[in-house]
């Protein structure tokens, strides 16, 4: 039987997926490597519950593209610098439904469709879009859920600073059974606090801490394959900086130049997007053969 997904086109498929997850992420400057940190959560995460491989690079997919639906919600709310109203609230909550809908008719949506419809759905049925309770809601959505939380505390906002890792480890404590799964959250409790998750927490990319503006305060995004000297900019005040590299570490050092239009528009990360395809390609089925038919069908009905 001659396949109808090959290796190249699944690959070509999964571009197109991470590109817009990558675009819709720029859209919010407070954000940068959300994603990416989501993502390793969760394929750790379903590592360490002993997933296979393969259900661990799938946990991982639907952890990058979790917030596809964000496309739709303005940025007026998703940049808010104060509290949501409820009816801005009511929009932000459509963005898993969104996200499916840009999803539906993929030919690889069943692979993350679980994590972009479910990741804000919770164990006692106060989540949403649809109010699903532990059965009803899939390992995947139920792992992603827990690495976004997590990462969401963690980080910076526009309206609040980051928490402190133990401070969120505690509030995944009190809040397991309700808003999260026991037997994920006290996995990643113990990951969280082996210090196996540290190469994670605070990174936009492996061995890359985030850097915050000195000036406003959003994150300055900085890739992986840029070298000392490079220029970066802030694209919320457009502060020009240099990246430099100092006993190890990652520092930014103001340039006093303002960052043209070019500078500041949003630019997908290429390095990081091959890394991503690499890591995933070999473990994701590439045919639509009787055999990859029941794969498929398989991994869904574990995560």
Known sequence: ???LLSKAHTQDLLHTLYSMAFLVEARDPYTGGHLWRVSQFSTRLALACDFSKQQAVVAGLGGFLHDLGKVGVPDSILNNKGKLGDDEYAVMKTHPELGAQVLQGHPLAPLAMDAVLGHHERIDG??????LTSEAISNTAKIVGLADAFDAMTST??????????????QITKNLDTQFDR????????????????????HSDAGIPMRDC?????VVVVHKHQKAGD????????NGF?????????????????GTPHDL???????LLGRLLEEALPHLPVDSSNSGRSWLQRLRRWL
């Open 126 to 131: 106060h989540g949403y879009p649809s109010g």
């Open 1 to 3: 039987m001659k396949p």
């Open 157 to 170: 906002r526009p309206y609040r600073k980051g928490m402190a890792v133990e401070a969120a480890i505690e």
């Open 214 to 218: 000195p000036i406003c305060g959003p």
């Open 231 to 238: 220029a970066v900019f802030c694209r919320v005040c457009g």
């Open 265 to 271: 528009q949003a630019n997908i990360d290429h390095d």
């Open 242 to 258: 240099s990246v430099q590299k100092q006993h190890g570490e990652l520092k930014l050092q103001p340039t006093g130049k303002l």
């Open 183 to 202: 037997t994920f959250g006290v996995k990643f409790i113990a990951l969280a606090k082996s210090g196996e998750l540290d190469g994670i927490i605070g």
